[in-house]
């Protein structure tokens, strides 16, 4: 049996991982381009700060209530003073954003490269294109000590499990994750209590999540658990131009 997946219509990039193994050169190669990537972004984003990821649809404009506040929690976030990391697109991810940035905050994103749907929203201080998924992810989440989920598709919620499973899993830190809007989530807040009462998750990991539709509370839950907790201080850094940081 042939191990090619149908790849009709997929990025070229996607469709590489479809094809199963390939030569070992082409495979070595793959993964000089990837630690690339990795490096790349490390030199970029290496001064940033303590930062919150806000995580959120692609697709939500400016007349969408979500929308606004995603704007307030920015501007929030940026008050306490952390700078705003999202996905650097569109959405919810442009309305925080927007927030720090007016705000008088920093604000920084990383872009997935995509033939539809993303490219960097003008309110960015700071921002890296990135070819892979799994790179962006990682960078999401390397730089901060808190997550604030808004209303989102599959990329939002693949993002919110792939910190909980880290967090639940002790590789990184017990560090808050915010889901705002309970409405919205409700039937996502009741699929995880039914894993915790059917054991296939444990009862205190309903403790990693905080959901809220106030800004002011989850200001408050982020300053308590993140601030204080890891008595964060933000200190001035300067590049190194000889390592090529920005």
């Known amino acids: 049996m042939d191990n090619n997946h149908n790849n009709n219509h997929l990025q070229p990039e996607e469709s590489r991982f479809l094809r199963g193994p390939r030569s070992r050169f082409k495979e070595l190669f793959f993964t000089f381009r990837v630690q690339y990537s990795f490096i790349k972004a490390f030199r970029k984003m290496h001064f940033i700060g303590p930062c919150v990821t806000v995580f959120g649809s692609a697709r939500f404009d400016e007349t969408n209530p979500f929308y606004k506040k995603a704007e ?7 008050n306490l003073g952390f700078t705003v990391m999202t996905g650097g697109g569109p959405g919810i991810m442009e309305a925080a954003n927007k927030g720090a940035y007016e705000a008088g905050g920093y604000s920084v994103g990383c872009n997935i490269i995509l033939p539809f749907e993303q490219k960097p929203n003008p309110y960015l201080h700071k921002w890296i294109n990135i070819r892979y998924f799994f790179v962006r992810k990682f960078l999401l989440i ?23 499973t880290l967090i639940q899993t002790k590789m990184i830190q017990n560090f808050p ?30 403790e990693l999540l905080f959901v809220t539709d106030s800004v002011e509370e989850m200001a408050a839950h982020i300053k308590t658990h993140a601030i204080e907790r890891f008595k964060l201080v933000k200190k001035p850094q300067r590049p190194n131009w000889l390592f090529g940081e920005e």
């Open 142 to 164: 390397k730089y901060s000590y808190a997550f604030v989920v808004m209303p989102g598709g599959m990329g939002t919620l693949d993002e919110l499990f792939e910190s909980i």
């Open 177 to 206: 994750v915010v889901i705002f809007g309970s409405e919205y989530h409700k039937e996502l807040c009741e699929h995880i209590r039914i894993m915790a009462e059917n054991e296939s998750i444990s009862p205190k990991d309903m």
């Open 72 to 78: 307030q929690v920015g501007a929030a976030l940026a």
